[in-house]
């Protein structure tokens, strides 16, 4: 039969499995999320299985829709079986069955921020202090109870900080109830309940859902469990498929043990393992198989391929950030030459930090990128404010910046007082600021209101004399620190918070590295540099094939030709907080193992001598992983060699040498003035050129005409994009 072609024996077997229970148990790459589709496919043709009897349950959207689309490819038209992720099936149980737990089945489902409010009222009312419960920390607090499965009454009052929390979750849940609410937690909590509490309910989804089906396993965590085990029901037609090598999200509530005591919960489980890889070479295999191998608390197994050897993992130390980015860039180059696809390529790291480096890199160097589960780094919430405080510096009529921050970190400047100012301006003509000067000294406020806006315009004042005298990186520390916003985060205790200090830390490396370059190191350089840059990002943005970049925690089930691992060291992956934690070093091994195995052909291991990262230098050792992979399955290069630049911004220049390899030859008559009303000498994108202060760099952008003509140039000294207006650039062919 066609169905069962183009698999294995033991695919074919979880394939073929009729009625009962069932754990694929199997290594990455091994066709788990293939036996998941081919086994949907053979219920339906094969069975005669109706699809609406069966459920499908996946991670991520995205992989949600990757699966729907391969199923209708091998079914052709006609129904579907519902394909989904446990929030939006729980949302859907919910919908039509609330009721019977006293909510109206047009219930809200409130977002982080409607959250966040909800729980500020009960820290009021239950006159919490802030200090201690900041209420970031409550709802993570809340949010992992809800993980674990337990309501209100579920949270054991074992210390009086406990006791408090349990009485904060009550209170919200409570109040959540009041305005026919459910937040994301909620959505499977609920359902657990409705289930267990009105087996009448249940029982009409047991009569829907015949057959259940659900992939990456090892990451449920205890009410996603709980929830399976419901819907499976007395049949107990579950199909589960997972790797507990793969198991990277126990921060989050998930519990490895699910799948390594599934066979004891589900006694007569069929169990199948796979052990062919069909993914990757088998150096990469091998070498992932060495990373991962050293974990105590693993079931042992070892897949096998039949794909060829392949080349081998190439690992490289690099002198600094700046020529890690450059490599990554190269090495895209030489794969699309070799007329490879960049949709096939992916750029992987451990924090989203990391990211700002190699974004400016892809950028300069013209290839198409674009990031998955996450924000690229100018445009997240924590740059943008501080950045609007840099505007506001730099151009107080900016009334969008002054707005951002007017109550950013919170001052109890209200939206009333902020609408009167607005009005008055309005009334006057005046910028935003203007009118809040007269705010502050003036009759126009209450004297509260006045206090405030006085005392925000007084910091502001502040700032701008401490920008006559620091350097950008010091004055932007100094307005993250004196602002309170580094305060604020800090006090929430969060891991969302730290990695949001961690961002504002790159920051301020970013205006380091931007103050040892050449050239003018204003505010407003800097400021129209960040702009520059992330207009020259959205050029990519639609383009069909683009190059992927992402944390290492998102890349799982996903496959890419050629991959890059980039800050290999110590610190940062594995995680500073892992190195003191026997568990969660663990778990960054896995980490490494789902990075490494996303490999189809060619893997990158990458680290640096020096980082500039988080605000400061470091030299960290390279990763531990990089010594369990067998020398030879690693090709380990004489980069390392190679005598370090003297300093970091000559280091920076070297950027340059990856645009002057490229220079042809025709252009070598470097003395042509270039005349923009000339049409034969006129300019064009991708031409190199040469400044009389920035050297050589490279027009990525052309806008406007005749004199009002401006080039966005790549420097290279400058590691970025400058616009000139034509006329007055002086700019040379080079
Ligand atoms: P992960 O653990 O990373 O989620 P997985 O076990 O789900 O991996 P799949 O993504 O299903 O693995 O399969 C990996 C790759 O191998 C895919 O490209 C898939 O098409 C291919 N593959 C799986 N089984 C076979 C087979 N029997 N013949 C040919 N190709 C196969
Ligand atoms: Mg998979």
């Given amino acids: 039969m066609k ?10 077997e979880a394939v073929l499995h009729g009625e009962g229970p069932m754990l694929v148990l199997a290594g990455a790459g091994s066709g788990k999320t293939r036996v998941i589709v081919h086994r949907i496919a053979h219920l339906i043709h094969e069975r005669g299985v109706p699809p609406w009897q069966i459920l499908a349950v996946t991670f991520t959207n995205k992989a949600a829709g990757e699966m729907r689309e391969r199923i209708q490819h091998m079914l052709g038209e006609g129904e579907t079986p519902l394909v989904s992720t446990f929030h939006s099936t729980c949302a859907r149980i919910l919908r039509s069955d609330i009721k019977s737990l006293g909510y109206d089945s047009n219930f809200a489902i409130y977002d982080d921020k409607d959250c966040e409010r909800l729980l500020k009222d009960c820290a009021a009312e239950l006159n919490l202090d802030e200090k201690r419960y900041p209420v970031k920390l409550l709802g993570s607090a809340i949010d992992e109870f809800k993980n674990q499965g337990m309501s209100p009454f579920d949270v054991p009052a074992d210390s009086p900080y406990q006791a408090t929390l349990a009485r904060a979750y009550r209170c919200y849940q409570e109040r959540l109830k009041r305005c026919n609410a459910a937040d994301f937690g909620d959505l499977l909590l609920l359902t657990v309940q409705l289930f267990e509490e009105h087996p009448e309910v249940l029982d009409k989804y047991l009569q829907r859902w015949r057959w259940i089906l659900v992939d990456e396993y090892q990451d449920t965590n205890p009410v996603q469990y709980r929830l399976v085990q419901l819907l499976a029901g007395a049949r107990q037609n579950l199909c589960v498929v997972g790797d507990d090598d793969q198991s990277i999200y126990g921060w989050r509530g998930a519990d490895i043990r699910n799948i390594l005591e599934f066979e004891k919960d589900f006694p007569g489980v069929k169990v199948v393992k796979l052990e062919q890889n069909y993914r990757s070479t088998k150096t990469i295999l091998d070498g992932a198989w060495h990373v991962v191998q050293k974990n105590r608390g693993r079931k042992p197994k070892r897949l096998w391929t039949d794909n060829p050897e392949g080349e081998r993992i190439v690992y490289r130390t690099l002198p600094n950030e700046w020529e890690e980015g450059r490599t990554v860039c190269r090495e895209i180059e030489r794969f699309l030459a070799e007329g490879g696809d960049l949709s096939e390529v992916a750029v992987f790291y451990r924090t989203n930090a990391q990211s700002r480096v ?18 690229r780094f100018y445009a997240r919430l924590e740059i943008k404010d501080i950045l609007a405080y840099l505007k506001v510096l730099d151009n107080p009529s900016d009334d969008v910046a002054v707005k951002r921050i007017i109550n950013t970190p919170p001052r109890g400047i209200g939206n009333t007082t902020v609408q009167k100012i607005t009005d008055f301006a309005n009334e006057k003509g005046l910028p935003f600021y203007d009118a809040m000067l007269e705010g502050a000294y003036g009759p126009l406020l209450p004297a509260a209101a006045r206090g405030k806006v006085a005392a925000f315009v007084n910091e502001l004042e502040g700032y701008k004399t401490l920008s006559e005298k620091l350097p950008l990186s010091e004055l932007t520390a100094a307005v993250i620190n004196d602002s309170g916003y580094y305060a604020r985060l800090k006090m929430q205790r969060t891991d969302e918070a730290q990695e949001r200090i961690d961002n504002l830390q790159e920051l301020v490396t970013a205006m380091q590295t931007y103050e040892s370059m050449p050239g003018e190191h204003g505010l407003a350089d800097f400021l129209e540099r960040v702009a520059l840059v992330s207009d020259l990002e959205h050029e990519g943005e639609g383009k069909k094939s683009s190059a992927t970049l992402m944390t290492l925690h998102s890349a799982k089930g996903l496959e ?9 060291e110590e610190k940062l992956f594995p995680h500073v907080r892992a190195l003191e934690n026997p568990e969660q070093m663990e778990e960054e091994r896995r980490l490494c193992y789902v990075g490494m195995t996303r490999a189809k052909k060619r893997l990158f291991l990458l680290n640096v001598r020096r980082r500039h990262i988080f605000g400061q230098e470091q030299m960290n050792a390279p990763a531990r992983f990089i010594a369990d992979i067998p020398r030879e399955l690693l090709d380990s290069g004489d980069l390392w060699q190679r005598p370090e630049p003297r300093d970091f911004s000559s280091s920076s220049h070297n950027l340059a040498s990856l645009f002057e390899d490229e220079i042809e030859p025709e252009f070598e008559d470097n003395e042509v003035r270039m005349v923009p009303d000339d049409e034969d000498d006129g300019i064009r994108v991708g031409m190199k050129v040469r400044h009389a202060q920035f050297g050589p760099g490279t027009i990525r952008k ?14 290279n000294s400058l590691g970025g994009p400058k616009k000139l207006l034509v006329r007055f650039a002086g700019l040379e062919r080079a």
């Fill in 3 to 12: 169905l069962l072609h183009n698999l294995n024996p033991p695919q074919q």
């Fill in 358 to 375: 190699i974004e400016e890199a892809l950028v300069g160097a013209q290839i198409a990128h674009h990031m998955v589960g996450g924000v």
């Fill in 560 to 568: 890419f030709q050629l991959v890059f691992m980039i800050g290999m």
């Fill in 702 to 715: 052309i806008e406007g005409e005749g004199d009002n003509q401006k080039v966005i140039v790549w420097f």
